[in-house]
């Protein structure tokens, strides 16, 4: 399998040079150069797997570089229960038919818990393997300068990459954060972060700002060259990384697989899929997923105040010239959505000509739209709902008050946004909704929204949403109050190159 640049101003690439790298040289995003069918056959020896299984087999249908030995030796290790610990029993190296992975809250409504890894949000089920095909690739390669993985977060990414590439020998990892964008515990978790091989440093202004200054870093040959001559190159954790979207296409199928054995839904049976989503990566898995045949009827995206994906999918009009809110779930707070590139490279059935061009677009003028059978497709496949911190408040009341099951902003978003799509539509398809992040990441907003009391500090909000709850908080979050803060640094956006080399001990 070769991966093209969504741009098609770099030739093709093997899956090990595609991870390696991360992003192509021209900026633009490697990109399978077909998508894999899931074939009756291949559902059907999945159905008998462990996760860890059903991980190397998907992965393998695109990561041709590796063998399935070396795949599902990864992903044993990868998704070990001692990274992956569900207080209900759930291990996703067991058979799938004991997970409870998957949590129904009715006939209609089923959430996919995907927060139970080492940094309680969904990003772990993709970077506690991206780390262990990051270095085979460079071997693969017979590269012997170090990766630097570069990484901008608004939240939750940060937090598990630094986790998944901490002490990995070959590799240095630097990671930025909007200053003001992410709640006080995600920011605890960064500062905090152990490893000789990590650097963390804040920006002054929003994800966009960072993610913009980290693709520009990437971009500049003259960091290219000075890191060359140290030993050193560029690489990537975010999900422009496809070594770190793969993993996410696997845990939609094995949802889908285990709401069949549950007797949730009938083999074959069509379900919708609703995510929150900022970058535009998780949503674009299922999308992924989707295509390849899984059985999906629609793609219900959910956003919060930060609407520029609702408004896209829903009129074919991508347009980041709006005010930008900070709110309740941060992770969603984007107006520049990376992978969104890919999907213009399936909507337009490879035309790279045509990708570049409205990337070029929206990078000038900070708007471009979609019409005729690319906006067709798209709305074929998606629909767009979004709601503001007063729903999400709502939506958490609301679903805690109906089952006592604690929510995160996202997570309400994206149920906020499920329940509105069935009541408009009628549709009662059952609704496979990711579940992005523990509650407890986010305990001040989610206290506020059940009990109409802010806490002090993060802090104590755990202990007292706990209590409220009736559930314990996640140990990895717990810890964090007496850990050393490393990492105090905040630097200007057009400072992160400069920045970066010296997190690095690269003198520019």
Request: aromatic share 8%.
């Amino acid at each position: 399998m070769n991966y093209n640049s969504t741009r098609g101003g770099t030739l093709a690439v093997p899956s090990a040079r595609a991870i390696a790298e991360g992003l192509a040289r021209d900026g633009g995003l490697y990109t399978p150069e077909k998508l894999v069918p899931l074939t009756d056959e291949l559902m059907e020896e999945l159905a008998g797997l462990d996760y860890a299984g059903r991980a190397a087999r998907i992965l393998g249908l695109y990561l041709t570089d590796f063998t399935s030995e070396e795949l599902l030796t990864y992903a044993k290790k990868a998704y070990s229960a001692e990274k992956f610990a569900h207080p209900a029993g759930f291990d996703p190296t067991a058979p799938a038919v004991d997970g409870v992975a998957v949590r129904s809250l009715s006939k209609q409504e089923h959430v996919l818990e995907l927060f139970w890894g080492p940094t309680s949000a969904f990003k772990d089920m993709a970077l506690q393997m991206l780390p262990y095909l990051l270095t085979a690739s460079l071997r693969k390669l017979g590269e012997e300068r170090t990766a630097c993985i570069l990484v901008a977060t608004s939240g939750d990414t940060g937090k598990a990459a630094l986790e998944g590439f901490r002490d990995v020998p070959g590799t240095q990892i630097v990671v930025f954060y909007p200053n003001d964008g992410v709640s006080d515990v995600q920011k605890r978790q960064m500062i905090t972060q152990e490893g000789e091989n990590v650097g963390v440093c804040a920006v002054y202004g929003n994800f966009d700002d960072a993610q913009t200054g980290v693709k520009k870093v990437f971009s500049d040959p003259a960091i290219r060259e000075t890191l060359d001559k140290n030993g050193r190159f560029f690489s990537s954790a975010n999900s422009i990384n496809f070594g770190r979207l793969a993993p996410q296409i696997v845990y939609y199928v094995s949802a889908y697989l285990d709401m069949v054995k549950s007797g949730a839904i009938a083999r074959g049976e069509a379900i919708n899929i609703c995510v929150p989503t900022g970058n535009f990566g998780n949503i674009l898995a299922a999308y992924f997923a989707k295509a390849m045949g899984l059985p999906v009827k629609k793609l219900i995206c959910a956003s919060n105040a930060n609407n520029v994906l609702t408004d896209f999918i829903n009129t074919g009009v991508y347009d980041r010239r709006r005010e930008f809110f900070k709110t309740l779930s941060p992770s969603m707070d984007i107006l520049i959505s990376s992978n969104v590139e890919r999907l213009l490279y399936y909507l337009a059935d490879g035309d790279t000509a045509f990708v570049a061009g409205k990337m070029k677009e929206l990078n000038e003028n900070g708007i471009y739209t979609l019409d005729g059978e690319a906006a067709a497709s798209l709305k074929a496949d998606f629909i767009g709902y979004c709601c503001d911190d007063v729903q999400t408040r709502e939506t958490i009341r609301e679903v805690f008050g109906e089952s006592r099951y604690l929510i995160d902003p996202h997570t309400a978003v994206a149920i906020n946004a499920a329940r509105r799509y069935r009541a408009e539509t009628g549709d009662e398809t059952p609704t496979l909704i990711a579940s992005t992040a523990s509650a407890f990441k986010f305990c001040a907003g989610v206290l506020d929204a059940l009990t109409g009391t802010p806490a002090a500090d993060d802090f104590e909000a755990i202990e007292t949403l706990s209590a409220v709850a009736g559930q314990p908080a996640p140990a990895p979050l717990t810890g964090l109050r007496g850990k050393t803060v490393r990492f105090a640094e905040t630097v200007e956006k057009d400072a992160l190159g400069a920045t970066a080399c010296r997190l690095l001990g690269v003198e520019v």
